[in-house]
Structure formats: C-alpha cells, structure tokens
C-alpha cells in the first residue's frame, strides 16, 4: 500500500451513476480519489445517491454532454456503467443500435475530442457486451488514444463473495509510454485482446498467490426479520403451497447490497470494515423508495468489491503516468 499513499489524486466523473456503485468502489480502490460530478436521468437512483454521497447528480441525458461542459471538470478519471440491455436477449440484443447506447456512444466520441482525454477509465456492462460492436468502437477509440487495456469477465465468488453474478469490466489507463503516434505503428489492440476470466491473471501477476477458496455461507449475509411477510409475497401470489412450506422468501434490499458488496452495515461509522478495505461513505436508502423501487435500483447496480479490486489492482496499481 506504501505506493499508494503517494498516489496521484483522482478526480473522477461517474456516468449512468445510478446509486453509486462506482463511487464506492473509487473509494474502496484509491486513497486520495473523489467523484467530482455524476450524470444520471433515474430520480429515485439520484435521491439514493444524494442521500449518502451529498453530492446531487445532473439528470441530463448523457447524449447532450459537450466536450465543452467535460473539460471544465479538469477530470483525470471516467467511470462509465452504461445500459445493459442493448446486449441482452431481453433489450433485444440491438447493440449499437438500440437507442439506450446512445449515451456511451457520446462518451465514445467525445473522448477523441477532449484536449486531455482522462488518465484512466473504468466500465461494467453485462456478459456479450465484449462481443459488441459497442465494445470494438470504445476499445478502438481507446487504443487509438494510447492507452493500454484491460477486459475481464468475472464473479463475485473470485474476491471472496458468495453471489455468482459474472460481468463485464474494462480498464484502460495512459501510461508515460502512452503515445498515440506509436499506438498506429502497432498491431491494434482488438486483433490481439485477451479477456481475462480472474481479476489476477497470471500474465499480470505472476506470482499472485490464489485467493482462498472458502466462501462465506449465504447465512451470514441475511437479516434476522420479525416479520419475512413482505419478502414471501410474491411467492405467494403464484401459490404453490410447497414453496411456502419451506419457508422461501426473496433476499431483502439490505441483504441484496451485502451481497453486491456495498457498505451496509456501516452507516454512522462512516467507513466500511469489510475484510478488505474502506469506503468513506456507508450506504442507505432514503425513506419513500418502495421495496420493488430498491430491488430494481439495486438490480441495475453492481458489485463493489469485484469493481474495487480490479480498480485498486490494474486500473492503479499498473505503471502510472
Ligand atoms: C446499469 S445502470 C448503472 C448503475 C450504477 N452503476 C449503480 O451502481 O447503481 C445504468 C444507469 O444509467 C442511467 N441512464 C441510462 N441512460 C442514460 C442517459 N442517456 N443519460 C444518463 N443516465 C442514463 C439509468 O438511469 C441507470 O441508472
């Protein structure tokens, strides 16, 4: 952690923020970072996020953005969890075409337009997302810029969660060798990409010792409920009396975060004490968000600890610039 404490200071912009994901993650990953601004068009994901950030992301579509109104943040860091559904089978699977990747696109090209494109950019998206076309313009852009790239698609069960939920992730940062007139006089980096299926690979970290392989029982993350009624209801509803009969019932929002790996459990301490690091804010949801409004919220969002790791252990922790 020694190098860390000299890390350069990150300011960061968080596109599609949703309720935050990303912010905590920045948190959990870098010592001297913060989200400077945060674009959503959800209220309900922006009253979450100024709820336990303070900070009120701007509701305007991400498609409207001007290289003018990015430059004046002086931001050195993009952290983008766009749409998924343009590469679902449920959205379609319409990619580039499907209007809900607009505003990626946008940030697609007004990356190529920017004086000072940012040292380092991070994005989720879902599984088929690396074989989008919405992911060769992004990785093109990328490598025409100069910086150097990295794909993953892994699970929270790899860092130590019991949730098997795999994603997509990139990380792309500009090094001091980063050159784009060199990057032309090379093979492009899509002919030769790797995606790596662990957050070590060993091509990285050769001498990475395997994590544990010991996961927590999904007990430990469950509350214990007075009262688990509005949690079986829809069970219910589709009757089958056996299913009652063994007790089933849906994963509360509380133990829905814990399993993404968000810091619930510690509002009013102001820091997460997970096995593995710190957040500077702890998470809660505002009074007035319904249950289904809380599952959907955490639905769209992601896990903090897979997306933490990788931006503590490649996104920073590769050569600097
Ligand atoms: C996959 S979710 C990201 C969730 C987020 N990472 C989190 O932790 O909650 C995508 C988010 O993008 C927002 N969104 C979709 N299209 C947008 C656009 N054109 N401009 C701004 N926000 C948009 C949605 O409201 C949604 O909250």
Not at 84 to 102: H, N
Not at 130 to 139: C, G
Not at 185 to 198: G, L, W
Not at 257 to 273: M, N, T
Request: contains cysteine; glycine residues 6%.
């Amino acid at each position: 952690m020694a190098a860390e404490e000299h890390a350069a200071a990150i300011r960061a912009i968080e596109f599609f923020s949703g309720i935050g994901g990303l912010h905590y993650a920045l948190e959990f990953a870098h010592p001297n970072a913060e989200v400077i601004t945060a674009y959503d068009i959800n209220s309900h994901a922006n009253a979450c996020y100024a709820h336990n950030f303070k900070i009120k992301p701007c509701q305007t579509g991400i498609q409207s953005l001007t290289v003018k109104s990015i430059e004046k943040l002086d931001a050195n860091c993009w952290l983008l969890s766009p749409p998924c559904q343009p590469y679902t089978q449920g959205g379609k699977s319409l990619d580039d075409k499907d209007p809900r990747a607009e505003g990626l696109l946008h940030l697609i090209k007004l990356l190529g337009e920017l004086k000072q494109p940012p040292a380092y950019v991070f994005l989720e998206n879902v599984p088929n997302f690396e074989v989008s076309q919405s992911r060769a313009l992004l990785v093109n852009q990328l490598d025409r810029l100069g910086y150097e790239i990295n794909e993953f698609l892994v699970t929270p069960l790899q860092v130590g969660i019991s949730n098997d939920r795999r994603r997509y992730y990139l990380t792309a940062h500009l090094t001091s060798s980063s050159d784009p007139k060199t990057a032309k006089s090379r093979s492009p980096y899509i002919d030769q990409a790797v995606i790596h299926t662990t957050p070590w690979p060993e091509a990285l970290f050769p001498k990475r010792e395997r994590p544990p392989s010991e996961l927590p029982s999904l007990a430990s993350y469950l509350e214990d409920l007075a009262d688990d009624a509005p949690y079986r209801k829809q069970y219910d509803f589709n009757d089958p009396t056996s299913l009652l009969d063994l007790g089933l019932r849906f994963f509360t929002p509380t133990e829905v975060a814990r399993l993404h790996g968000f810091p619930i459990d510690a509002i009013g301490k102001g820091e997460y004490l997970g096995d593995v690091g710190h957040t500077k804010h702890g998470f809660e949801f505002p009074e007035g968000l319904t249950l289904g409004q809380r599952w959907k919220l955490l639905g769209n969002s992601l896990n903090v600890r897979v997306v933490g790791v990788l931006m503590r252990d490649i996104l920073f922790g590769l050569k600097r610039i």
